[in-house]
């Protein structure tokens, strides 16, 4: 289809801005609104059952053409548990497809469920809210995790293996007795867990639950609907809306804030997905040879310039904040969605939600826009989002070395190049793409690419153990400590690796099996991992404990942030002004040394007392320091000035 979709003509009379697109259901009846505007006719189907084959057709009947493009039909009495398609006939073809506003649906998501979502609630649902209201994006430490992989491995001791309903155990421990799964998650401090796709995603066949199976989930096939292989029966549509809204509850009662990763920017197979088998090409972007662009190397591109993908992502944000009382949202590949989108989506979720947040990567990709004068989500346009986030891949790489060249050095490994970096992120300022910290992401690992560890090994052949651990701490260190936002990959707290059959170091784990993917609890009857835990926590908690570390726009931070001059080469030192932004102590004085030598570093007059060195970190004092102070090689340490 060309471009007429994205005319001034085509959006006038086809944009709809009503709110019942979808099933509107009541007891007494249900109301179904789809948006066709180029269907001859559209037909509802009625089925017994969500499974997708199944001879179960109960009954059709003709919807009609109303405003905008849109087709509505209406059907008496209580259809909740009922399931249903749309029949779609358009330029010669006949598709039936799933509703695009579809609340839940059958088996691996080819039949929509009218549902009584109300039904779904868990007890005390109507009193649930963002356990961490109040805070700015600054305050917030974000853990990001899959579902499966918190208890797959057999050492979790978590009953319900790669679902919703894993995330709600307390108690689980090791064999020896150590904290696994969500009493780790809370005793580590993170304010935030950031869940990797938990919407309806193709790529794992939810009617082969006994077999193994494994995928990130970045393969979009339902976006208003919870994954069924994370629910304990993905055949009942209930099942995966109630165990999800479960999930969300337990981790608020427990201090923890919920943040959803979303793919607004492709589908999982374009020809086939609902919006472009109802209308066909509208959801996606196209070449002028008539393929699809694709940008985001997964096959597609979604054209969010277009009225009604932007109101369809902006409706499915907002349902899941409203519906799910989601905190926060992760935006894979943001640079192929407009600002435009983006500003109205953070607007109008901020509207009812103020506190949550949002964040994604802004790459600059190559994608065929169906409009003129529309900017990307990119790094280089953050001053035109200024309430979205972005990952600092300029820290990520400076800390641990270039993502794509794995053998290079980073700061905390060794490499004389790039200390500047370090110091420009550590203010919040990275690059030349990020004016204030509120928008950037500090992380040294993800799901993406090697873990932390993996990407240190394998750029220092002959380096010890011991040492590669002191550069794994250094990096958090420098994160946690730094102006932005930290984030951790889940386990990167416990030294996670990813090795594949071979033993080499995997970088893409996306559908490897639990044995690379799990997190090893057991791993933590080591004293040495559970050093490292121990470290990670106390850095949390000094983050937590400062204010000063969490400073929201440039202003404060050049005035209140000051970077020492005349230190050995490579080493880093801030000093940090008390009083600001609510800070308790009379100032702060970070140094980094990088180097595989001590460092001597002048402190500024008064008694300092040492929270974070090499092998602790927390909010107490290890010693108590004035006038200068030695700091071991590869290590961290974080003083706070003495009460006169």
Sequence with gaps: MPNIYSTE??????????????????????????????????TLNLYGSGTPGTDDLVEQLPMTADVNGTWIA????????????????????????????????????????????????????????????????????????????????????????????????????????????????????????????????????????DKPQFNWGYDPENYNVPEGSYSTDPYNGAVRVAEMKQMVKVLHDNQISVIMDVVYNHVYNASDFCVNQIVPGYFSRVNEDGTYSNGSDCGNDTASERSMVRKYIVDSVKYWADEYHIDGFRFDLVGLIDTETINEVVTEVHKTHPDVIFYGEGW??????????????????????????????????????????????????????????????????????CTTPAQSINYASCHDNMTLLDRITRSTPGVSEEDRIRMNNL??????????????????????????????FLENSYNSPDSVNSIKWDTLEDETYQNVYNYYKG????????????????????????????????????????????????????????NSTETSVTLPDGAWDVCVNADHAGTEALTTVSGSVSVEPISAMVLVKKES
């Design 9 to 42: 003509k085509f959006e006038k009379e086809f944009t709809y801005s009503g709110s019942d697109l979808g099933a509107t259901y009541t007891p007494e009846k249900t109301t179904f609104r789809v948006w066709a505007p180029t269907a001859d006719t559209v």
């Design 74 to 209: 209406e059907k008496e009495g209580d259809l909740n548990g009922t399931y249903y398609t749309y029949l779609v006939s358009v330029g010669g073809n006949e598709n039936e497809a799933c509703d695009p506003y579809a609340r839940t649906t059958g088996v691996n998501g080819k039949r929509a469920m009218i549902l009584d979502l109300a039904s779904t609630d868990p007890d005390g649902w109507e009193n649930d809210t963002n356990p961490n209201a109040g805070m700015t994006y600054n305050d917030a430490v974000i853990y990001e995790l899959h579902v499966r992989d918190l208890s797959s491995d057999e050492s979790s001791g978590i009953q319900n293996t790669g679902k919703f309903l894993g995330l709600t155990e307390t108690g689980t421990t090791t064999a020896s007795g150590i904290p696994t799964g969500l009493d780790h998650m809370k005793d580590l401090g993170i304010t935030h867990v950031h869940l990797l796709p938990i919407y309806d995603y193709a790529s794992v066949d939810e009617t082969q639950s």
């Design 364 to 433: 600059t990709m190559d994608t065929a826009v169906t409009k003129d004068g529309y900017k990307m989500t990119t790094q280089p346009n953050s001053t035109d989002v200024p309430g979205f986030a972005f990952f600092s891949d300029t820290l990520r790489d400076a800390l641990k070395g270039h993502v794509f060249y794995t053998t290079r050095k980073g700061y905390v490994s060794g490499a004389a190049d790039l200390a500047d970096t370090v110091k420009g992120c550590f203010l919040g300022q990275a690059g030349d793409w």
């Design 475 to 504: 990096s958090a260190a420098i994160y946690m400590t730094a102006q932005g936002i930290p984030f951790l990959q889940a386990g990167e707290e416990m030294l996670r690796t990813k090795i594949d059959a071979s033993g080499g």
């Design 539 to 594: 850095l949390i908690a000094f983050r937590k404990a400062h204010a000063a570390l969490r400073l929201t726009n440039a202003d404060d931070v050049n005035a209140n942030i000051t970077s020492v001059d005349g230190l050995d080469e490579n080493v880093l030192a801030f000093r940090i002004n008390g009083g600001v932004n609510g800070e308790t102590s009379d100032g702060i004085f970070v140094i980094f040394n990088p």
